[in-house]
């Protein structure tokens, strides 16, 4: 179980900081577009397609892990909250199942994918006929499914043994709280 935790642990760090550059990239590659195109009217060729088919593609999956392991994803708790303690346990192990089924299909469904434009070597042509390689891009959603669905195996296993999984960021769900009861 510790090696698994582990390795979910570093894995979906490294995915998470990756994200993270790739946000840092998307900011100023935009930034410098949209100052090449205003002062110079030279925009920066393929800007909207290294957006759409990279910085977007990973910000949106690599980080699924992360949310996974933080339990970050977004909830409503207007039924659970009344149901027994035991109920709400047994339809979280029941919607993690759940999750790591989807995750996994979507896994193999993507890989798929991604090895079929790998062999195409797909390419878009951008603005003056140059070629963009996109078959990389492809990748990044296997990778985000397949580290997504080993932390929510770890979360069931976690749920199982009666052991803590996830690493909330307190001060930020005491925050969104305080906001929603302020309505």
């Known amino acids: 179980m510790k090696f698994l935790s582990s390795v979910m642990r570093g ?15 998307l900011i100023l590659h935009v930034s410098a577009d949209v100052v090449m195109r205003g002062l110079f009217n030279a925009p920066i060729k393929g800007t909207i397609e290294l957006v759409s088919y990279f910085y977007m593609i990973g910000i949106t999956f690599l980080a699924l892990a992360m949310v996974e392991r933080r339990d970050a994803h977004i909830s409503v708790e207007v039924v659970t909250e009344l149901l027994p303690k035991r109920v709400v346990h047994v339809l979280i192990v029941l919607a993690t199942v759940l999750a790591i089924i989807v995750l996994a299909l979507m896994c193999w469904r993507s890989w798929i994918e991604a090895m079929s434009n790998f062999r195409r070597g797909s390419a878009l042509i951008i603005a003056g006929g140059d070629q ?9 959603l296997p990778i985000g499914f ?3 669905t080993l932390a929510s195996v770890y979360k069931l296993l976690c749920l199982l043994t009666g052991k803590p999984f996830e690493e909330k960021l307190e001060a930020a769900s005491v925050t969104v709280r305080e906001d929603i009861e302020n309505v």
């Not at 963009?132 to 990748?139: A, D, E, K, Q, R």
Request: hydrophobic share 65%; glycine share 4%.
């Open 11 to 25: 894995t979906s760090s490294a995915l998470s900081f990756v994200a993270s550059i790739l946000v840092m990239l």
């Open 132 to 140: 963009l390689p996109v078959w990389p891009s492809y990748f990044m």
């Open 146 to 148: 397949g580290v997504a």
